[in-house]
């Protein structure tokens, strides 16, 4: 009998979900049963990917849960609800990585024991999810405290194969890197909608047409480190500015790798549990803002996707 990555037993009946952990179709529903389930399998390894990433209330987004988890207001008094309706006003919610996404995009996209580069590292789940499957990822992330936290639980988790971290700005650091990656592989910062630090470098933190600039330049080296007939992805989503307006964050990641020679390969809708958003759509369409539920995985194909 053959036995799954947590050591249950796999049922040998061809489907889709036998071949390919979650079908492959252009949208994936993280509120479904299965992906909760597997969710959950990974969680219990003890992964904690907030851990170092501190709490940074005055612009945060939804976990991967849907859980509100910030307000750009500066009134203390405001009340923020999780879906059970109970006050996590004072409770430091912090976006995290969704490890079946990570699981999925590595089975889908990268060959056997491939090397994978994340230049937006953050948390710990997308680095532990690559050497747990027996990749081999390299992160790099601005803040030494938020790599300490990763590699204190990557060598609780996987002390054998523990991922590779850089401590710096990417934008810098992969002009020192003199090797080339399977898989690039990153979720970047949606603009100001978390700010991670006041480091010089960290893109939440820096003016539009700043991280525009910085963006593309950060992109552009990525294309430069990956293999020929090779694959990158980037999770993003549009957000809104201060007057309620659209940032096309999609827009211009597609733009981006497109200048700078990778194709455009697959569009995937990362549809995110409803949850509180359910209470938020009364309130925004006063002014006609629909309520956000999902992200965007985009892929993008260096040279012959046949190769």
């Not at 061809?14 to 479904?32: G, Q």
């Not at 959950?40 to 990917?49: A, D, P, Q, V």
């Not at 002014?287 to 260096?302: A, E």
Request: glycine residues 6%.
């Amino acid at each position: 009998m053959n036995i799954d990555l947590f050591g249950n037993p796999v049922i040998e009946k061809y489907n889709l979900k036998s071949d390919f952990i979650i079908p492959p179709f252009s949208i994936l529903d993280t509120a479904s049963g299965d992906w909760q389930n597997r969710k959950e399998k990974w969680k219990s390894l003890g992964i904690k990917s907030e851990v170092g990433r501190g709490n940074n209330n005055n612009n945060q987004r939804m976990t991967s849960d849907g859980k509100r988890i910030g307000s750009k207001s500066k009134k203390t008094s405001t009340i923020r609800l999780e879906s059970t309706g109970k006050d996590i006003t004072k409770k430091p919610y912090i976006s995290i990585f969704d490890p079946v996404l990570c699981e999925i995009m590595y089975k889908w996209f990268v060959p056997k024991n491939g090397s994978i580069l994340d230049p937006f590292a953050g948390g710990s789940v997308r680095g532990i999810v690559a050497n747990y499957l027996d990749y081999n990822y390299t992160g790099i992330d601005l803040r030494d405290e938020q790599i300490s936290s990763n590699m204190g639980q990557a060598m609780e988790i996987i002390p054998t194969n523990p991922p590779i971290y850089h401590v710096g700005d990417s934008n810098k650091t992969m002009n020192t890197i003199d090797r080339k990656y399977d898989f690039i592989f990153t979720c970047p910062p949606y603009y100001d909608l978390e700010v991670y630090s006041d480091y010089e470098g960290d893109l939440s933190n820096m003016t539009h047409e700043h991280f525009n600039n910085t963006y593309e330049s950060i992109i552009k080296k990525s294309c430069l480190l990956l293999k020929d007939n090779r694959y990158a992805c980037f999770v993003v989503g549009n957000v809104r500015d201060k007057h309620g307006y659209m940032r096309d964050l999609v827009g211009l990641t597609i733009r981006c790798f497109e200048k700078h020679g990778l194709k455009f390969y697959n569009d995937i809708i990362l549809k995110q549990p409803v949850a509180s958003a359910s209470m938020r759509a009364k309130s925004n369409m006063k002014y006609k803002k629909i309520v956000k539920i999902h992200q965007n995985v985009l892929v993008f194909c260096k040279g012959n996707p046949k190769r």
